[in-house]
């Protein structure tokens, strides 16, 4: 099993960058795909971007391509997500999932998520 705990989220104007933390627990968090997704209220959630166990394999949402950097270090239980050149739209709450599963760009394929962590971006 794998808890996770996100961080890092915040307020920023147009244009800024924050980069958001995952934390896991558990000694297999090398053998779990993580992925971050994004929700607003009245609406799904988002696939934001996943990366497998090995760091090898990044997937990005097509919209966010550019911008929007996914990374992992195994041996500090941690993933992450760089956000550059933010906009109003990308407001949202920010959750880190993980999964062993096969296709990680779906969030019914996760079974672990944290709590999220809030992201405002000002225009």
């Known amino acids: 099993q794998v808890q996770v705990v996100e961080s890092g989220g915040g307020l920023v104007q147009a244009g800024g960058s924050l980069r958001l933390s995952c934390a896991a627990s558990?000694?297999?968090?090398?053998?779990?795909?993580m992925g971050w997704f994004r929700q607003v209220p009245g609406k799904e959630r988002e696939f934001v971007a996943a990366?497998?166990?090995?760091?090898?394999?990044?997937y990005d949402a097509d919209s966010l391509k550019g911008r929007f950097t996914i990374s992992r270090d195994n041996a500090k239980n941690t993933v992450y997500l760089q956000m550059n050149s933010l906009k109003p739209e990308d407001t949202a709450v920010y959750y880190c999932?993980?999964?062993?599963?096969?296709?990680?760009?779906?969030?019914?394929?996760?079974?672990?998520w944290g709590q999220g962590t809030q992201v405002t971006v000002s225009s």
């Open positions: 990366i497998r166990w090995s760091g090898l394999n990044i």
């Open positions: 999932a993980a999964t062993r599963g096969i296709v990680i760009s779906r969030a019914e394929n996760y079974n672990y």
């Open positions: 558990g000694r297999t968090f090398s053998s779990y795909s």
